[in-house]
């Protein structure tokens, strides 16, 4: 294997996982409440589920930044060109401030404006983020599915890219990110 990865500290993979695979099931449960509403969600049960489910992001995403920042990242490898590591550091970026950060604020502010409640985790409602307001209903609906299809496009190319430098590449990216093997 080639590069000089060290790996991330097992908060970082806990924190990485646990928020990929709520945010993966977030956005599968978003498309099939929506787009199968009356065969899978005559109840509103998906749209409960995805709600109570990826709000809890808006709690994670303060705890991961907070960690972030106080802890450094492995070094990408050098046989990345300067090019690469830049598009890679801009790459997760756009991961942290759109699809972690600005698509539950978006989800928030949709729910706020219809008036409608958001239980967390089924534990506890989230206050309005703003007044409710039937005018601003169409615009906050188009924001939080526009950007949930930008941030699906995101994160399928984030994956993708995570496996072409494992299997193609041939470099310690992904193995960085995955559980340490014993011995
Ligand atoms: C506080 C957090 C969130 C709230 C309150 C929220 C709320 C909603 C609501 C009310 C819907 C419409 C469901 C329906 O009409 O039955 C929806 C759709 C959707 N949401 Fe969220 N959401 C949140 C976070 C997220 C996150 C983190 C993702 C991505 C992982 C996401 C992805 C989607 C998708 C893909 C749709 C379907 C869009 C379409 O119509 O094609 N949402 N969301
Ligand atoms: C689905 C499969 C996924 C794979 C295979 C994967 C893989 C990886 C890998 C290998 C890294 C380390 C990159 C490096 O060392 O520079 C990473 C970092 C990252 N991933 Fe993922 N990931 C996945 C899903 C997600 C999802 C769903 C999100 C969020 C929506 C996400 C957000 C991030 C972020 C923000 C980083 C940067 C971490 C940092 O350096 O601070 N990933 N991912």
Same mark, same amino acid.
């Given at each position: 294997m080639? +590069?000089?990865?060290v790996g991330y500290t097992s908060t970082a993979k806990l924190l990485h996982w646990g928020m990929a695979l709520i945010w993966l099931c977030s956005w599968v449960?978003? *498309?099939? $409440?929506t787009h199968w509403r009356e065969e899978l969600n005559?109840?509103?049960?998906?749209?409960?589920?995805?709600?109570?489910?990826? @709000?809890t992001l808006v709690f994670l995403i303060v705890v991961r930044i907070a960690w972030r920042l106080l802890h450094p990242v492995p070094a990408l490898p050098s046989t990345m060109s300067p090019l690469m590591q830049r598009g890679a550091k801009v790459g997760h970026l756009l991961l942290y401030g *759109?699809?972690?950060? $600005?698509?539950?604020? @978006? +989800? &928030?502010? &949709? @729910? @706020?404006?219809?008036?409608?409640p958001i239980l967390v985790a089924t534990l506890f409602t989230l206050p309005p983020l703003v007044e409710p307001n039937k005018?601003?209903?169409? *615009?906050?609906? *188009?924001?939080?599915t526009w950007t949930a299809w930008f941030c699906?496009?995101?994160? +399928?190319?984030h994956a993708l890219i995570a496996l072409k430098h494992h299997f193609i590449d041939k470099d310690d990216i992904l193995l960085g990110m995955l559980p340490k093997r014993r011995g």
């Open positions: 080639k +590069g000089n990865n449960i978003g *498309i099939l $409440a005559p109840q509103h049960g998906l749209t409960f589920t995805h709600k109570a489910l990826a @709000s *759109i699809a972690l950060l $600005a698509l539950p604020l @978006s +989800g &928030w502010y &949709w @729910s @706020s404006v219809a008036d409608k005018d601003l209903y169409d *615009i906050a609906k *188009i924001i939080h699906g496009a995101l994160v +399928g190319g």
